[in-house]
């Protein structure tokens, strides 16, 4: 059945949620639902650095409080031996008097869990880097993965552009999430331990340590929402701005932009996006600041009160010197920890909701799918393609881009395709080989629709060169191998692919030959000319070796003898083959056995070159324009 656009279905294709203003704390909260699967994907990359990352930071979790509490006894320890009087005269009577052996065990043992710390902390970074690398990584296959199985209509869309490049960054900024929940973690266990102590010796001192951190940490929640929101809403001049960055220091533009003077225009653009894109940022930051300095201010008076209350009780002689050094040191980590874990949490929040363009992304699905049980793909095509009645619409658009199209490609057939720009020839290629399914209508292949055979072999079995096609900054040999990449180490398949499209005297030219690698952007790189680019281009169409050759525009790029040259080759090599070409000089069109006329997305003539002559339409007309020039 042809696919039908209805409001719901359009709808998919924009941001779910586009946050005009701040989120609220629900909708902040509710982002939280992405750090489970996150973590899963996490587990998923390595079990084995995962679980000795959690253990060795819960056994680093204990050792702040353990090193505390034994400087806690040493100070008690000092304070009885002053007590004692009669202090040693020297290092070396200290070192051999028993009365201070427990003191001297109390320093080993200090000594002892300070470096474990370090030495923990440091294998611990090392397990997060390794397993954030490889996240990176395996994530970054998976988003690519991903987008390769979109349908080309999807890269066409700009709302999903957006979100595209929004999963991109959050894959790029989330790398370091998994050690910040797993030091939050960490967190949780020390401040455990830290509140047990303050519990056994001063209950209320917990009520003034809420009071120092919840203030800072309800602001970090709202700033980092606002942040978010910013740079959702900018995301559309972000990447216009990466878009300008390569476009003003770029080998692929350096000629023309410095031909028409462009440099201080994109430069002008650039300063300009990017100073708008400051400001909101600097607001942000602007507000962050100050408030922040006002809860800071309160989480001091709570610090500070705290001491004062701790100190005079000390006085009063409810606490001993290493009870103060304890309950003041443990008061002050645990607010520091406190405001951390609770600043950790709302960032946490923030990065949930970058997380949340990353997997929405991932959420969306093709349209343009592989049938369940496919059709056997005749080999050979006996009866050829067939248009009933197929119109196509782009999106949003008013106009059809293609309507009521009849006619069959046979078997064997050369067929062109001729007609002004946006007369609709390059959408019906990109039909034909599917890249598209049409909004009305059918297309046949041997009598059965399209979308009953195996996406992935219907491809495969047609051999499509675009008018704008890609220059792979690989080798020469990989260039040409594109074409069926499976095939890359055949160098037999890639020599004669280029032998067929006249690539290979191009090939014979470069100084590495087909280990040459190609554009200016690599070391050594090697730039060709736009029609020795053409031919390597028509070189894929032949490694493909496909049932159905499609070359849009193939000879633009080329001149007058290497345009013959091509095509005596390609009616030669094309015997037994159904052929598309797409193209407006008609020495190439006259080749053809018929031609199809496209006139505002419909066909208005299709026959021979004898046939449209004698009959005297646009075909003649557009012929007799074009010959006219060479008179």
Not at 138 to 150: P, R
Not at 158 to 165: E, G, K, N
Not at 407 to 435: D, I, M, P, Y
Request: proline residues 4%.
């Amino acid at each position: 059945m042809p696919r039908q656009y209805n409001a719901g279905e359009r709808s998919r294709r924009r941001p779910m949620d586009t946050p005009s203003k701040p989120l609220n704390l629900r909708q902040r909260m509710a982002a939280l639902r992405n750090v489970p699967p996150f973590l899963r994907d996490i587990w998923r990359t390595s079990p084995v650095l995962a679980v000795a990352s959690v253990a060795l930071r819960l056994v680093r979790a204990v050792l702040p409080v353990a090193t505390l509490y034994v400087g806690k006894l040493i100070i008690d320890e000092v304070t009885h031996l002053l007590h004692l009087g009669g202090a040693p005269a020297d290092l070396s009577s200290w070192l051999g008097n028993g009365a201070f052996h427990h003191l001297w065990m109390l320093l080993a043992l200090e000594f002892a869990l300070a470096v474990s710390s370090d030495l923990l902390g440091r294998v611990v970074s090392a397990c997060d880097s390794l397993l954030s690398d490889l996240y990176t990584n395996e994530a970054s296959v998976k988003l690519m993965e991903h987008a390769a199985s979109l349908d080309l209509e999807d890269f066409e869309d700009a709302d999903l552009q957006d979100r595209l490049d929004r999963a991109r960054r959050a894959l790029a900024g989330r790398s370091m999430l998994l050690s910040q929940l797993l030091g939050q973690a960490q967190d949780v266990v020390t401040i455990v331990s830290f509140a047990v102590g303050l519990l056994i010796y001063a209950p209320w001192l917990i009520v003034l340590l809420l009071v120092a951190v919840v203030p800072a940490f309800v602001g970090e929640m709202h700033f980092n929402a606002q942040s978010y929101a910013v740079n959702f809403q900018w995301t559309p001049e972000r990447r216009e701005l990466d878009y300008l960055r390569m476009v003003g220091a770029s080998a692929q533009t350096a000629k023309e932009v410095k031909s028409f003077g462009l440099n201080r225009f994109l430069i002008d653009r650039f300063a300009q996006l990017s100073q708008s894109i400051y400001r909101a940022n600097r607001r942000v930051a602007l507000r962050r600041a100050s408030w922040g300095g006002l809860f800071t201010t309160v989480g001091t008076i709570g610090y500070y009160a705290a001491y004062a209350i701790i100190a005079f009780r000390t006085v009063r002689g409810d606490f001993t010197i290493g009870d103060l050094t304890f309950l003041a040191g443990s008061f002050r980590r645990l607010r520091n920890l406190l405001e951390s874990l609770l600043t950790g949490f709302s960032q946490v929040a923030s990065q949930a909701l970058y997380l949340d363009d990353l997997f929405s992304f991932l959420r969306i699905r093709p349209e343009i799918l592989s049938p369940q049980q496919p059709r056997p793909f005749p080999h050979p095509i006996r009866q050829g393609l067939t248009f009933e009645n197929v119109g196509f619409r782009y999106p949003d658009a008013e106009r059809w881009a293609v309507r009521h199209l009849d006619f069959t490609l046979r078997a064997g057939e050369v067929l062109a395709l001729v007609g002004e720009n946006g007369a609709g020839k390059t959408t019906l290629v990109k039909l034909l080989s599917r890249l598209y399914d049409p909004d009305e209508g059918r297309i046949l292949l041997d009598g059965h629709p399209l979308a009953e055979y195996d996406l992935a072999e219907l491809r495969a079995n047609i051999g499509v060169i675009f008018q704008d096609y890609v220059r792979y900054y690989f080798t020469a040999s990989d260039n040409i191998a594109v074409g069926r990449i499976e095939q890359r180490d055949d160098d037999v398949r890639i020599s004669e692919a280029a032998r067929r499209s006249i690539a290979d005297a191009v090939i014979a030219r470069l100084p590495k030959g087909y280990e040459q690698m190609l554009g200016k952007l690599f070391k050594e790189g090697v730039d060709l000319s736009g029609g020795e680019w053409q031919k390597i281009a028509i070189a894929r169409a032949y490694m493909r070796d496909a049932q159905m050759l499609v070359l849009d525009e193939p000879t633009a790029a080329l001149d007058a003898r290497s345009e013959f040259e091509v095509f005596q080759r390609f009616k030669e090599l094309s015997q037994g083959r159904s052929a598309v070409i797409i193209s407006h000089r008609f020495s190439t069109v006259r080749m053809a056995d018929r031609i199809i006329v496209m006139q505002r997305g419909q066909i208005s003539e299709i026959g021979s070159h004898k046939e449209l002559l004698a009959a005297g339409g646009h075909y003649a007309e557009l012929f007799e324009l074009q010959a006219a020039g060479y008179r």
